[in-house]
T-cell receptor, first 115, second 111 residues
């Protein structure tokens, strides 16, 4: 399977703990995005990488959130001191910058539950 | 990016054609119209994209009138497996290509 993969698929954590999610994009894609989706809502943009450079961060991304994409391959999203409001599905997507506009390939997501 | 308005939900029966309309009155000259499909517990999936008139692929058709202030996603002969949320997105790729999703339309296909 050469699609976007995310790990873990589910994570349950206690409030105040740190969590880290991983995304492996399609190998030839140079753009990588993180989104967050809560129940009944569409995904919300969090941050964007072109290769290893993080070029945009949403205001939704508080100081407790950090994302990296070392060497322009896989990416990690870390949430420190989790809060119940962080409970959501975290989606990763990738695309190739010269492909059709808005055609992003999404992974299955990581569902985070903060108790 | 242009704001979009689409119905919150729609019901249909197997074998029927389903048309989901999206309004985007403030669409800009260089904006494309794109539709994504999302099944429960999965990430969204690109369905179709267009700029004007009509676009058709193996999954759906997209109709865009001349003024481009609305668009209609047409799904021919739906099946139970087409039950999903459908998102209409409008905007140019810009520098980042980030996607701005609305609430989408939840399509329920009944037997």
């Amino acid at each position: 399977d050469t699609g976007v993969s995310q790990d873990p698929r589910h994570k349950i954590t206690k409030r105040g703990q740190n969590v880290t999610f991983r995304c492996d994009p399609i190998s030839e894609h140079n753009r990588l995005y993180w989104y967050r989706q809560t129940l009944g809502q569409g995904p919300e943009f969090l941050t964007y990488f072109q290769n290893e450079a993080q070029l945009e961060k949403s205001r939704l991304l508080s100081d407790r959130f950090s994302a990296e994409r070392p060497k322009g391959s896989f990416s990690t999203l870390e949430i420190q001191r989790t809060e119940q409001g962080d409970s959501a599905m975290y989606l990763c997507a990738s695309s190739f910058s010269t492909s059709g506009m808005y055609e992003q390939y999404f992974g299955p997501g990581t569902r985070l539950t903060v108790t | 990016l242009a704001k979009t308005t689409q119905p919150i939900s729609m019901d249909s029966y197997e074998g029927q054609e389903v048309n989901i309309t999206c309004s985007h009155n403030n669409i800009a000259t260089n904006d494309y119209i794109t539709w994504y499909q999302q099944f429960p517990s999965q990430g969204p999936r690109f369905i179709i994209q267009g700029y004007k008139t009509k676009v058709t692929n193996e999954v759906a058709s997209l109709f865009i009138p001349a003024d481009r202030k609305s668009s209609t996603l047409s799904l021919p002969r739906v099946s139970l497996s087409d039950t999903a949320v459908y998102y209409c997105l409008v905007g140019a790729s810009g520098n980042t290509g980030k996607l701005i999703f609305g609430q989408g339309t939840t399509l329920q296909v009944k037997p």
